[in-house]
Structure formats: C-alpha cells, structure tokens
C-alpha cells in the first residue's frame, strides 16, 4: 500500500468517526502494515494538506480530528442556531 491511499484512508476514517482516531487505533484498522511512525507521518502531511480549506486537522489529547476553523464559528452558529428552551405548561404551573 502506497502512501497516497494511506492518507486517503486516513482522511475517510477522520471523516467519518464520530470519535477522534487514535494512531494506534488507526494503525490496528490497517492490520499494523503501515506501522505507526507511517500513520502520524501521514497524518500531519494530511494537516499540512488541509491548511487551506475549512477544517482543520488537529491532534488532542484523545486523537486526531477534524475540526471548523475558528474564523468560521459565526457560519456555523448559523447552521444550527440556539432557540430558548420551550417550557411544558405543566413545568411552568409547577415552578409557578
């Protein structure tokens, strides 16, 4: 396996967990082949690929994500805007 296709593995993985991805979990998905210097190797090439577009690749103390950049919070506040809480009638009668 070339590391083309590592990356692209890795990118669909990134993408795809709804957990960050640990290098050893990665490197278990690939049945160890690569190895893990290979994998953290492909992935801060994936950060560097990444660098100019809207996510941003980042490690954590729980693994490798993929995250919004900053500059864009306020596009994303406006896809999934806050509404205030509906309280029951019940609920309010009760506090009441």
Not at 31 to 42: Q, R, T
Request: some cysteine.
């Amino acid at each position: 396996m070339d590391k083309k296709e590592i990356k692209v593995i890795l990118e669909a993985l990134l993408l795809a967990s709804e957990t960050p991805l640990t290098i050893k979990k990665a490197n278990a998905i690939f049945d160890s082949e690569p190895g893990l210097k290979m994998i953290e190797n492909c992935l801060m090439e994936i950060q560097v690929d990444w660098k100019d577009r809207g996510l941003d690749l980042v490690s954590t103390s729980l693994g490798w994500r993929f995250q919004t950049k900053g500059r864009y919070s306020d596009y994303m506040q406006r896809l999934h805007p806050e509404r205030p809480t509906k309280h029951s009638r019940a609920l309010l009668e009760t506090l009441a």
